[in-house]
Structure formats: structure tokens, C-alpha cells
């Protein structure tokens, strides 16, 4: 067989350029499978993320409409607490829910709620402990300016039905 | 390696073929390195391209992790470093005082040095102070590899011979931690509010 110079080059050219037509395709394959894990990864990463800013959002949601009452909206005000409530607090705040009409109603309750900070204390798969650090200040018939309060709220939330829902509240001493 | 290199060539010849309807001179340009070159310049981009991407996500995969790692971290310490800051015992002032300062860093550090020697030191052998401190719960507020932020529910019980029972104080702190030569050291103490509580 014989092999002129000049093809044995022009076969050397493409022998090379094949090669690194080759090294390239198994590097875009291998970078493309790697990526597509830390994409996943990434992915999951930004769940969680987002998951815990729900939590905290409903956790301060309820922490406000539960220090937010007044005698003039008090039926309002108290549907909006049931609203974000479930389980065992939720039981209880209905129950109660007459008494605390009368209360506001009686002494002219007017009461808003601040959120100064509030932190995850432990989360799990379908639930979370919430603590928060209220302000706030509370007028009645007595105190028509109003005075203020400081409360640490202790909130368990569940998931249900795609929404976080606080059902266990401690107003921690 | 090269049987699959000389098919891919010839395929890529038939496409070139294919493209440049006929001329024995646009065959002769494919063939030679002109489009062989793109080629090899489109398929690097590319490779650069998903290289830079992937790298993108391992970056905050591995930022995410930190995070993780550092709410793990920070929520461990965190009561352990409000009580070594926050209490001290008028007969034990110096190590109290030492152990606060080395469970601080940066400013609150050199703020502690300056209220210890200043205020607290003198006025706890003063008045035999005994500065109690407990942190009834604690939680994250925000988590980054280096930083945490955290709120602490604290309870404080003072003694000194000034009063006759024991004050008991309620408060909420907000602390931040930073990680300093792999410690996680309070950087940040702000109570949020304080008021007298009940025993207990």
C-alpha cells in the first residue's frame, strides 16, 4: 500500500480533529450529567428554602391577626385567626372565640400587634416550631392611649392542604 | 476510537456534502479546516457553556449546604454563648468575665472588654451580684455559610444586697454568630425588649 506524504498529513489532520470532535462530545455529555445533578440538587436546595420563608410568613400572619383585635371588628378578627389556625388551637380559639367578642367589646378592646423577629426552632417533613417576639400595644375603655405589651409566642404549624396553619400557640413566660 | 472518528468525519462529509450542493470547490472548502475548525470551536463553547453552568449549581448546592451546615452549628452553641456573655457571679468576675470575652468577637467584643472593666466588674463586687442567666428556647432567623442570626428567649435572674429577693427578668435577644477560625462566636446582642417576669 502505498501512502503519499501529503495524505498521510491530511489523514494525521483528521485523525486529530476527530479525536478532539470526540473528547468534546463526552465532555458536554459528562459536564451535561453532572449539572443536571447539582440541578436537582439546586432545585431541592431552593425548596426547602422556600418552605421555611411559608413557615415564617404564616407564623407571623397568625401571630398579627392574633395580637390585632378590636371591639369593632371583632367578628372579622376572629374569623381571620381561625382562618390561619388548625388542630388543637384551632379548637380552642373557637371555643373560646365568644368569650374573647365579649371581652373585646365590653372594655373596648383595641389592640395591634408587631412582629419584632421571628426564628424556625425546628422543622420537619409536614411540620415546624416558630418562636416570635411580639410588641404591640392594647387600648381600652381604662387606657384610651393605649399601653404597650411584650409577648414571646411559641407557634407549632402543620402543613395542610398546601397551606401552613399554626396548631398548637404557647405564650412562653 | 478512530474507526468511530473516521464515521463521524464521513458523516459530517455527507452533511457538508449535502449542504453545499455540489461544487468540487465547496467540497474541497469543507474538507479543508475552515468548517473543520468551527466545528471544533462550536462543540468547545458549548462544552464551556454546561462546564460554566454546572459549576454555577455545585457553587450553590455547595452554598446551600454551608448554610445548612452553619444552622446545624450555630443553633448548638447558641444558648451555651448568651448564658457565658450574659451571667456572672460577683465572687468568679474574672474567669465569668474571661469567658465572655472569648465567647465574643469583633465589636461586641471590645464593646464586652470596655462595660466589664467600666460596669460590670465594679458594680458586681459592689453589690455582690449574682447574674443568672437561662435561654428558654431558641430559633433561626436567618442562616448563611458564615452567619447566622438567631432569637433567643432569655430569663434572667439577678441577685445582689440591694435587693431582697431574687429579680427575675424576661427577654428576647436577637444574636447574631459569626464563624471565626471554625468557632461560632457572637458577633451581635440586641434585646428586642426586656420586662420583670415572674419566678420561674
Redesign the interface.
Known sequence: MQVSPAGAARWL???A??????L??V??LG??A??AI??V??YA?RQ??ARRQAILAAARQEALHLTSLSYKTADEDVRRVLQGATGGFKKRFSSQAKGIKQVLDQAKVVSTGTV??????SIDQNSA?????M?GSVQNAKTPRGSPR?Y?F?MTLQHDGGRWLVSRMRI?? | ??A???T??RGLETVGRGLSRGTARSRAAFTS?GL?TQ??VV??A??LL??G??AT??Y??QR??AAEAARAAASAVAAQRAKAILSYDYRTLQSDIAQAKASATGRLQQQYTQIASGVIAPRAKKQQMVNQSAV??????AAEPERV???L?VNQATQSNQLKAPRIQ?S?V?MTLKKVDGKWLVSGLQP??T?V??A?
Open positions: 489532520r483528521r485523525r480533529w476527530a479525536g478532539s470532535v470526540i468534546l462530545v465532555a458536554i459536564l451535561t453532572t449539572g447539582f440541578a440538587q439546586a436546595e426547602e428554602k419584632r423577629e421571628a426564628g424556625i426552632a416550631t416558630v418562636l416570635l417576639a410588641g411584650q414571646r411559641k412562653v413566660p | 476510537m478512530t468511530i472518528g473516521r463521524m468525519g479546516t473543520r466545528v471544533v462543540l468547545a458549548v462544552a454546561v462546564g453552568g454546572a449549581l455545585y450553590q448546592v446551600a449546604e428558654v428556647a431558641s430559633a433561626v432567623v442570626v438567631m432569637l428567649f424576661h428576647e436577637r428586642l425588649s420586662r417576669g415572674s420561674g
